[in-house]
C-alpha cells in the first residue's frame, strides 16, 4: 500500500500532523521506534498558543478530564525584588494554561490520530529514506521493509534521521546551551513561577497527580560544579541560588531527577522534494524557553495545511510537487522562529545577573504573542474557537 503521507516520530509534532492530515482525508501512516504512551524529556509548560491549538483540536477537554491543573498566573521572580504575578487574561477557547505530564499528552494526541483515520505503528525505526528515480523522498526504509509515500514527514526530534538522510540546510544556530535538572514535587501551588537568579534560572510548574515539575537551568559547567555529592543537598543548593527563600527547596520530591546536558539551538531547512520536517527535528531551541512543544503544535498545523494545498493541487501531491505551499509553511515557519531562536539563545548563555535577564524574556513574549496572533487567525479545526 502506498500513503499519501508517512510521519516519522508520533509524539507532539508527529502525532498532532498525523491527525491533522488524517482529518484531512490524506492516507497516513505515523511511525514510532519508541513505546506508545510512554515519557519523555520536558517540564510540560504551554505557552498560550499550544494551549490555543489543543483547543482549536478539540483536545483540551481530554488534557482537562485527565485531572491536569488550570494554571492561572504567572510569578517572575527576581532576585532582591518583590515578585511579580501576571494573571492569564481567558480568552477564547484559552480559559487558563495547561503543563501535562507527557504519557498523558502524547498519547491524547496519538489516539487523536488514530481516531481520525491514521495507522500507528510503534516499535518501527526508520532507517533511511527512499528515493525515487529523480532524487525526490518517496517513502521510508525500516527493519520490517520499505514503506512508500508522497510525502515524509519528520517528527522525530534533534537527532532527526529524516533531516539527515534529507540533507537538511541549517539556516540558523545558536551559540549557548542550557543543562536542566528537574524533579517533581509534592507542591501546590496555583500559578507557573519563572526564577532567575545569577547565572542561572529555574522554574515551578503545576502538572497532574497534585505535583509540580520543578527545574533548574545554568551552563553544562555550572550545573555539573554545583551537582556534586549527595543529589537532595545539590539540588536544595541550586534552588537556593535561584529562588533563596522559596518554599520550593523544603517540598518533598516524589520522583527521581531527571537531567538535560543541553544542546544549542538550530533552524533546519522546513523542507525539501517529497519531505518535510517539523518539531524538533526541524527547530529546536533551548529548554530554558519552555516553548518547545507550544512551537511543535504550531509548526504540525502550518505543515498539514500545506501539504493538504499540495494534494488538492493536483491528484498526486500538486502538479509542482507542493512546492508552493511548503514554501509559504517555511516562510511562516521561519520568521516566526528566529526571533525565538535568537532570544532563547541569548537567555542559554546565562551571561546576566537576575533582572538583567528580563528585556530577554521579554523579547521572548513578543515572539509568542506573534505566534498567537497569526494562530487566532487559522480557521477552528474542530470544535472552533474563532
Ligand atoms: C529538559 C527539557 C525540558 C523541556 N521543557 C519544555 C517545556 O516546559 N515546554 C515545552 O513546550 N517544551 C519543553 N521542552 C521541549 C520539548 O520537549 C520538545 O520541543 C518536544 O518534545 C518536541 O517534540 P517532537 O514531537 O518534535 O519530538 P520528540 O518529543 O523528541 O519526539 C520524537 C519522536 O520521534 C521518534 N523517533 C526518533 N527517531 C526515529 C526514527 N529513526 N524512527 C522512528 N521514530 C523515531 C522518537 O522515538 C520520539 O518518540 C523541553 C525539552 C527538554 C530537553
Known amino acids: 500500500m502506498r500513503y499519501d503521507v508517512i510521519v516519522v516520530g508520533a509524539r507532539v509534532a508527529g502525532a498532532s500532523t498525523a491527525m491533522l492530515l488524517a482529518r484531512a482525508g490524506l492516507r497516513v501512516l505515523l511511525l514510532d521506534r519508541g513505546r506508545r504512551g510512554t515519557d519523555t524529556l520536558s517540564t510540560h509548560a504551554f505557552m498560550r498558543a499550544g494551549v490555543l491549538q ?3 483540536w478539540g483536545l483540551l477537554d481530554r488534557i482537562v ?9 504567572t510569578t517572575f521572580r527576581y532576585p532582591g525584588e518583590e515578585p511579580v504575578t501576571v494573571g492569564h487574561r481567558p480568552s477564547p477557547g484559552v480559559e487558563a494554561l495547561y ?3 507527557r504519557d498523558l499528552l502524547d498519547e491524547i494526541l496519538v489516539a487523536a490520530a488514530a481516531e481520525a483515520g491514521a495507522e500507528v505503528r510503534h516499535g518501527y525505526a526508520v532507517t533511511d529514506l527512499l528515493r525515487d528515480a529523480t532524487g525526490r523522498v518517496c517513502g521510508v526504509v525500516t527493519p520490517h521493509g520499505a514503506l512508500r509515500a508522497r510525502f515524509v514527514v519528520g517528527a522525530d526530534g534533534i537527532r532527526s534521521l529524516v533531516a539527515t538522510a534529507a540533507r ?3 539556516l540558523a544556530s545558536g551559540r549557548n546551551r542550557s543543562a536542566v535538572r528537574y524533579t517533581y514535587l509534592d507542591l501546590a ?7 532567575y537568579g545569577d547565572h542561572a534560572g529555574g522554574g515551578v510548574i503545576p502538572t497532574n497527580n497534585g505535583a509540580a515539575c520543578v527545574f533548574v537551568g545554568s551552563t553544562p559547567a555550572r550545573l555539573r560544579q554545583l551537582w556534586t555529592g549527595d543529589p537532595d543537598r545539590a539540588w536544595r543548593a541550586a534552588l537556593e541560588q535561584v529562588a ?4 520550593v527547596a523544603r517540598a518533598r520530591r516524589t520522583e527521581r531527577f531527571r537531567g538535560w546536558s543541553g544542546l544549542p539551538g538550530f533552524l533546519r531547512q522546513a523542507s525539501g522534494p517529497g519531505w518535510v520536517l517539523v518539531g524538533d527535528a526541524g527547530f ?11 512551537d511543535a503544535l504550531r509548526d504540525a498545523e502550518l505543515a498539514a495545511n ?3 494545498a499540495a494534494f488538492d493541487g493536483g491528484t498526486d501531491g500538486g502538479t509542482d510537487g507542493g512546492t508552493a505551499a511548503l514554501a509559504d509553511f517555511a516562510r511562516q515557519r521561519d520568521s516566526l522562529a528566529r526571533p525565538m531562536l535568537e532570544a532563547s539563545d541569548e537567555i542559554a548563555s546565562f551571561d546576566w545577573r537576575g533582572a538583567e535577564v528580563a528585556p530577554l524574556v521579554k523579547r521572548l513574549s513578543v515572539a509568542m504573542a506573534d505566534e498567537v496572533t497569526l494562530l487566532e487567525g487559522l480557521p477552528g479545526v474542530e470544535e472552533g474557537v474563532a
Open 306 to 308: 500545506a501539504l493538504v
Open 189 to 195: 501551588v496555583p500559578g507557573t513561577e519563572w526564577f
Open 168 to 170: 537538511a540546510r541549517v
Open 99 to 101: 503543563a501535562p505530564r
Open 244 to 247: 533563596p527563600g522559596h518554599p
Open 54 to 56: 489543543l483547543s482549536r
Open 284 to 294: 529546536y531551541k533551548d529548554p530554558m524557553s519552555t516553548h518547545g512543544m507550544t
Open 65 to 73: 478530564a485527565a485531572g491536569t491543573p488550570p494554571i492561572a498566573s
